[in-house]
């Protein structure tokens, strides 16, 4: 029997100051028809963050099978149960909500104003109900008939799975007087709805879809749901959240995610040591002639001879201060008396009057034994790698590096080092983003290319996502009749796509889904494949997506503020521009000075190449048509590259 939780999203139930009504009548419903027993109850208030918590719990570590919800789907601003539950899904279940509408719309057309969510997390059904008492009842009674049955395919239960088909399939069968045909949706690709075809009766070429199905997303959006789900793959280990723990040479360690802190052992410095080149003193013996007594160099034995009262020892910088002497004196403040012939010291007179402990570092003044030098959860750099070195960890723990996968596709495409076919270009996408991938410290793994036709996609993306957590792909992904990702991964590999359209240029198509492959969950980030969209794209999302999948809190490009240069108007366009820039800033100033690289065609891969940002012009405005000639206008930059000053 099923394992059933059932959520109450209410800010007055759960403050005591209304009764939840609707919790209790699910509960006695789900068991009352079969559906399951329920194991987990519990009311929260409308806090996305709450109700996160609940579901996540519940899917990933009670592995229940049903969480039903009730409450928090209306318009209201503190109705936020959709987005919360949608946050969290793997897969969505748009079935189960259409079912749930249109049954309540037969029955009032107020369930019009009821935004409701449902899908799949882990191996556990997620639905949402209306808070309504009465609306609750109507929804369940309207999908109780399939809920079973979900559970089933979703854990993959071939036994009552294949019966059911069969009964159903079966003429004789009672429940086909009832249900005519049955065809499960996971027995063929279904495409999402929304689009137009080419005409009525179209076939072939002529009916793929006019327009995305796809609804038009905010950069912010998109970069929220891919961290989002990032987050979700990672794990909790020792206090750190990540895919995994390793155990790295401590020189392999830059850009890592440390996944253990660091204590001392030993004192830094482990003895007195000089600040200044100078003489080892005795304060008490004030100015005046002195004897030399040999020197100290930074790596003697600090286990000399203590010199007496009238005595001084030469030392340099970082070297063990003698026993005896309480104080350094620099070289700057003595003067030299009396020499040998071969040039060594006999005397020299002290000019300043030393105190006690002057230009000495104390033992354990910089590290102190048992002191934590570095925490878990910071990133190593190269300041970091030095504190190691410091304290003598050669080996240290951190979190696990993503593998991600670079795949390009199209018939068109060929390998750089090959003689130009017809037809054809050169394959210059997948160098950028593995260098770039690279050069954030991310290992990267190349898929090669994959033609355009169905037998070859499936393959090659099987192969890629059995290796990889995070799989980015360049083209198919736009409207053209060989754009076949996400066809693929939909039918597939079962996929659930959460954005395919976003508010940017370059970049419209870009395309993010989620899948499990071998029990495992795997992202794939489909970048179009015009290189400059697919390069400004990979600094928006992938490499965020990298950072986050290696357990990066903060794995979001900073921005700096700069003036867009220009000696003619430059039209914006309806969509926000991430146009290619070479920003500079002059000494003392706060904010740049930017020019673009000429013309932004998204195909022009040297507008990439002779940049070092992205500035992001806003889209076209009844209030703002272009960007004067001359004007002084600021606007944000992402940098791509470093900051240089000319001599």
């Excluded at 449902?118 to 369940?140: D, L, Y």
């Excluded at 790698?385 to 304290?391: H, K, P």
Aim: with cysteine; aromatic share 4%; proline share 7%.
């Amino acid at each position: 029997m099923a394992r059933v939780g059932v959520l109450t999203v209410s800010d007055s139930c759960s403050s005591g100051q209304g009764v939840d009504k609707s919790g209790p009548i699910l509960v006695k419903l789900v068991e009352d028809y079969k559906v399951g027993k329920v194991k987990e109850t519990l009311c929260v208030p409308d806090n996305q963050q709450e109700i996160r918590k609940a579901l996540m719990n519940w899917s990933d570590e009670l592995k229940l099978d049903l969480i039903i919800t009730t409450g928090g789907t209306g318009l209201s601003p503190r109705d936020v149960t959709p987005e919360a539950t949608q946050s969290v899904l793997h897969r969505q279940a748009p079935g189960l909500v259409h079912s749930m509408l249109a049954g309540s719309l037969a029955v009032t057309p107020m369930a019009a104003l009821s935004r409701l969510a449902a899908g799949i997390r882990g191996s556990t059904v997620i639905v949402n109900m209306p808070g309504s008492h009465k609306a609750v009842r109507e929804c369940f009674g309207f999908i109780q008939p399939v809920l079973n049955h979900a559970i089933d395919l979703v854990q993959d239960k071939k036994k009552p799975v294949k019966t059911l088909h069969t009964s159903m399939q079966s003429s004789n069968s009672e429940l086909t007087a009832e249900i005519p045909t049955h065809t499960c949706p996971h027995q063929q690709y279904e495409p999402a709805a929304g689009g137009q075809p080419g005409g009525q009766g179209a076939v072939g070429v002529a009916a793929r879809l006019r327009q995305s199905p796809y609804p038009m997303i905010s950069v912010d959006e998109a970069q929220k749901i891919v961290i989002q789900h990032c987050k979700d793959m990672l794990k909790e280990v020792e206090g750190v959240k990540m895919l995994d723990i390793e155990s790295v040479p401590y020189t392999a360690a830059m850009g890592r995610v440390l996944a253990e802190d660091i204590v001392a052992k030993d004192p830094l410095p482990p003895f007195p040591a000089s600040i200044k080149d100078g003489y080892a003193v005795i304060a008490s013996d004030g100015v005046g002639v002195r004897k030399v007594r040999g020197e100290s160099s930074a790596g003697y034995d600090p286990s000399m001879q203590p010199i007496a009262p009238g005595e001084i020892v030469r030392i340099n910088t970082g070297a063990p201060v003698p026993p005896g002497a309480d104080a350094v004196v620099m070289v700057e403040n003595t003067k030299l008396i009396e020499a040998t012939s071969d040039g060594e010291e006999v005397r020299v007179e002290i000019l300043s009057n030393p105190t006690p402990g002057l230009d000495i570092r104390p033992i354990g003044s910089d590290i102190q034994v048992g002191e934590c030098v570095l925490r878990k959860g910071c990133t190593l750099g190269p300041g970091e790698l030095g504190v190691l070195a410091a304290v003598g960890v050669t080996t240290v723990k951190v979190a696990r590096l993503p593998k991600v996968g670079v795949l390009s596709t199209g018939n068109e495409i060929q390998e750089p080092g090959e003689d130009l076919k017809p037809g054809h270009i050169r394959d210059s996408n997948k160098t950028t983003l593995k260098f770039l991938i690279q050069s954030k410290g991310f290992h990267v793994v190349d898929c090669g290319i994959a033609k355009d036709d169905l037998s070859t996609l499936k393959q090659k993306l099987s192969d890629s996502l059995t290796e990889c957590d995070l799989l980015v792909t360049t083209g198919g992904v736009s409207m053209g009749d060989r754009d076949l990702l996400r066809q693929v991964l939909i039918s597939d590999f079962g996929a659930q796509i959460y954005f395919a359209r976003v508010n940017m240029k370059p970049g419209k198509p870009t395309t993010f889904a989620t899948c499990t492959v071998n029990g495992k969950q795997k992202l794939v980030l489909g970048l179009p494949g015009n290189p400059v969209s697919a390069t400004v794209t990979c600094h928006l999302y992938v490499v965020p997506a990298c950072k986050a999948l290696s357990g990066q809190e903060e794995p979001l490009p900073g921005k700096v503020r700069a003036v867009l240069q220009t000696s003619r108007p430059i039209k914006l366009d309806p969509r926000p521009e991430y146009q290619r820039i070479w920003v500079k800033f002059a000494s003392g100033e706060s904010v740049g000075s930017a020019s673009n690289t000429g013309n932004q065609m998204s195909s022009r891969t040297t507008s990439m190449a002779q940049s070092n940002g992205l500035m992001i012009l806003p889209g076209r405005s009844q209030e703002l048509q272009e960007v004067p000639a001359g004007s002084n206008m600021e606007f944000d930059v992402i940098l791509t590259g470093d900051l240089t000053t000319a001599l």
